[in-house]
């Protein structure tokens, strides 16, 4: 069992930078990899980025690549989204969510998820 709690979520503009931060519970963390989704109002949860146990090997959609990294630090139990060069339509609840499986791209890969933090980017 897995309990992750997001935070970091705010308001930023437009061009500005937001680093979102999911600290596990449990001494396996370093057993599963992580992942970032999002999901704006209307739309359906989509995936952001998502990294090995290690860390050596990361993924990300598309439109994320170049503004946003995603990391992690098993010391402490905890995986980072560092977005920058935010776009309004980077808008949404941002999510982090774990499994033993690596590199999973759909949401239905993932077996833990935390409550969420929002990210609002205004123009």
């Known amino acids: 069992q897995v309990q992750l709690v997001e935070s970091g979520g705010g308001l930023v503009q437009a061009g500005g930078s937001l680093r979102l931060s999911c600290a596990a519970s449990?001494?396996?963390?370093?057993?599963?990899?992580m992942g970032w989704f999002r999901q704006a109002p209307g739309k359906e949860r989509e995936f952001v980025a998502a990294i090995s146990w290690s860390g050596i090997n990361t993924y990300y959609a598309d439109s994320m690549k170049g503004r946003f990294t995603i990391s992690r630090d098993n010391a402490k139990n905890t995986v980072y989204l560092q977005m920058n060069s935010l776009k309004p339509e980077d808008t949404a609840v941002y999510y982090c969510?774990?499994?033993?499986?690596?590199?999973?791209?759909?949401?239905?890969?993932?077996?833990?998820w935390g409550q969420g933090t929002q990210v609002t980017v205004s123009s």
């Open positions: 969510a774990a499994d033993r499986r690596v590199g999973g791209t759909y949401p239905d890969e993932y077996t833990y």
């Open positions: 449990g001494r396996t963390f370093s057993s599963y990899a």
